[in-house]
């Protein structure tokens, strides 16, 4: 499997971790564009946990892509043994290009976020010196239902959205690369995602409203938006829209 890059007006290269880091900056949003390129060997399908094949090393898939605020999008793709008819589904390619991603460049889901908004110095801050109260007083539940909601309308962080809240370590390169042994492995932790999923459902509905179709998390209320905004305004990020429109 192969990540590249290409720069404006320059070639493809290699993408490694130091390239996804500088990109921290734009808050993610290079103007170049990415090119995976699979073998059969290394093209995962994941609803069965194998790969296409054992050790055939023929490409099978060029996936090629843009990055705005550290999502993926303008996906195109380039299925090279159309005549095998091997089944690989959208949802398979977007789950190859996140994990491929992980490992090679430690790609960040949480990196969606943005960050000024879970500064745990940005909220008690706020929380300390608003003269608003009833603003202050339901800051943290907005927040939560804003990164589940933040999570669920991308589709790469849709299926892990508890998770990522409750676990976000879990989805890094470092739980997987080093671990030499099984009790050296993260695992993910049931209890904690049952805690989150609680918040959510205990979060005031005049704050935020879930979903029932379940892809897009659900929507903040007239006054939670309004809370996010007063926050967003303190720590001086007012850029920010939500919800958030996916990239497809």
């Known amino acids: 499997m192969k990540i590249s890059y290409k720069p404006v007006d320059s070639d493809y290269q290699v993408l490694i ?10 808050f993610y949003s290079p103007e170049g ?12 399908i994941p609803t069965e946990g194998r790969t296409l094949h054992a050790t055939e090393n ?27 008819n091997l089944g690989i589904t959208l949802k398979d ?11 090679v460049f430690d790609y960040d889901l949480t990196k969606i976020l943005p960050v000024p ?17 009833q603003f202050s007083m339901h800051l943290k539940s907005v927040l939560l239902a804003t990164e589940y909601i933040e999570y669920s309308n991308y589709f790469m962080a849709e299926p892990y959205a508890i998770w990522l809240i409750a676990q976000p370590s879990f989805f890094r390169r470092n739980t997987v690369i080093g ?12 209890t904690a995602a049952q805690e989150v999923e609680k918040a959510l459902n ?3 509905r005049n704050l935020f409203r879930p979903s029932n179709s379940g892809a897009n998390g659900g929507n903040l209320t007239d006054k ?3 809370i996010l905004n007063d926050f967003l305004s303190a720590v001086s990020y007012t850029h920010l829209t939500l919800p958030t429109t996916p990239y497809v």
């Open 17 to 26: 971790k130091k390239d996804y880091d500088s990109w921290a900056s734009s």
């Open 33 to 44: 564009f990415f090119k995976y390129e699979f073998p059969m060997s290394e093209f995962l």
């Open 58 to 84: 023929r490409l099978v898939i060029t996936i090629e892509c843009k990055m705005k605020k550290n999502k993926f999008y303008d996906f195109q793709i380039t299925e090279h043994m159309k005549e095998k």
């Open 93 to 103: 390619i977007y789950e190859n290009v996140r994990t491929a991603s992980v490992m």
């Open 117 to 133: 908004m879970w500064d745990k110095n940005n909220i008690t801050n706020y929380i300390d010196t608003s003269p608003r109260e």
């Open 179 to 190: 671990k030499t042994t099984p009790n050296s492995q993260e695992v993910l932790n049931l």
């Open 202 to 204: 205990n979060i005031d």
């Open 224 to 226: 939670g938006q309004e």
